[in-house]
């Protein structure tokens, strides 16, 4: 049986492949770190099938004392600071999570268990402003926020590590993917929460900054696949995963509204303090490489997607008000 680590493991990529990594068989121990309130909910259906270990980005020990303990065949670094617009507010700890956070957990394996593999989470962010499109693993990087030259840097130092010290470490560059279980404050699922709660008669507006922005999306369930595929080669190297269809915001509120009914002229409100002191416009990846080498290929598609974040999210709050005493939904 082969022992994962997953940092990051609350989270919602670290939540499906705990859930895929439980499925082939192997010995999955989550990383989280302390709260002042436990924060399971991703993950407590797994709670009798998966370990959990205390420990921190920001804490050198704590990480090699978890290497120590489990001896992973394989780590899978997903924790970090990742909510773009928290990083203009919060640039020097979002370098220290998102960016040096890697180089710790890099110096725990090639202290205590060299011949772990390696897989680092890393973003389309880190394109940018390029104006090359689609996107793939030749194509330079342009950071336009503090979370994407973080980003940059976890990726230049894995591949440093790979070359350095002959580390399998992997760096995915992993483009929007999303689910039920993505954090409220992301777009998407703003989105998705916000249509719900008009739907249900919860609400009356959904307040959205720049709609012309266009990304990427694929599904996370999808995406956590290509990570353990990436760890399962003869050689290690960095992959672009991503559908290869750019949709801007607008398409996807459209298509959210839509599927339920609604037209969202009526409740879309455009918010100023909602825009990105600097944005990216248009990202859409190439993943020829992942295609040929992984044999990886997403399964859902675009509207399907949005469709089915509506309905999860229909179905979360239905039943939540359904509760007797429920004075205001909450987040999750
Ligand atoms: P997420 O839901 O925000 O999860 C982030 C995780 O990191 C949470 O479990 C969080 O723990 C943990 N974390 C944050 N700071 C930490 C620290 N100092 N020590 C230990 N754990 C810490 O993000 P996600 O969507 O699952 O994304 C997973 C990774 O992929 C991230 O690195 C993200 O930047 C990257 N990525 C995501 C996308 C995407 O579209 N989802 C695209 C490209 C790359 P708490 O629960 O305690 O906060």
Not at 36 to 56: F, K
Not at 116 to 132: N, T, W
Not at 174 to 182: A, I, K, M, V, Y
Request: aromatic share 10%.
């Amino acid at each position: 049986m082969k022992t994962a680590l997953i940092t990051g493991v609350t989270g919602q990529d670290g939540s499906y492949l705990a859930d895929f990594l439980v499925g082939k068989g192997y010995r999955v121990i989550g990383m989280l770190r302390r709260l002042s309130l436990e924060n399971y909910g991703r993950i407590e259906h797994l709670a009798d099938r998966m370990e959990l270990a205390q420990g921190d980005l920001l804490d050198p020990t704590s990480l090699e004392t978890i290497l120590r303990e489990y001896m992973p065949d394989e780590v899978y670094n997903l924790a970090a600071m990742s909510f773009v617009p928290t990083s203009w507010n919060q640039p020097v700890l979002t370098g220290e999570f998102t960016g040096l956070g890697v180089t710790r957990v890099l110096e725990a394996i090639r202290i205590v268990k060299p011949d772990a593999r390696f897989y680092q989470a890393s973003s389309s962010e880190m394109f940018g402003s390029i104006p090359e499109t689609p996107q793939n693993e030749s194509t330079r990087f342009s950071p336009r926020s503090p979370y994407g030259v973080a980003k940059v840097y976890g990726h230049y130092i894995t591949v440093n590590y790979r070359e350095s010290y002959g580390i399998f470490a992997c760096s995915g560059i992993l483009f929007n993917h999303e689910s039920p279980r993505r954090g409220l404050e992301f777009f998407p699922r703003k989105v998705t929460d916000g249509v719900a709660r008009i739907k249900l008669g919860l609400s009356n507006e959904l307040r959205l900054g720049n709609l012309d922005a266009r990304r990427d999306w694929g599904y996370a369930g999808d995406y956590v696949r290509a990570m353990w595929l990436m760890l399962q080669q003869p050689e290690p190297g960095d992959f672009v995963i991503a559908t290869g269809e750019s949709h801007s915001g607008r398409e996807f509120v459209d298509t959210a509204f839509r599927h339920v009914g609604l037209d969202p002229a009526e409740y879309v409100r455009f918010d100023p303090q909602l825009l990105r002191p600097a944005d990216v416009d248009h990202l859409v990846g190439d993943a020829s490489r992942a295609k040929a080498t992984l044999g990886w290929e997403p399964e859902a598609g675009f509207e399907e997607l949005v469709r089915l974040m509506v309905d999860a999210d229909v179905e979360r709050l239905t039943r939540v008000a359904a509760q007797p005493g429920t004075a205001s939904i909450p987040a999750v």
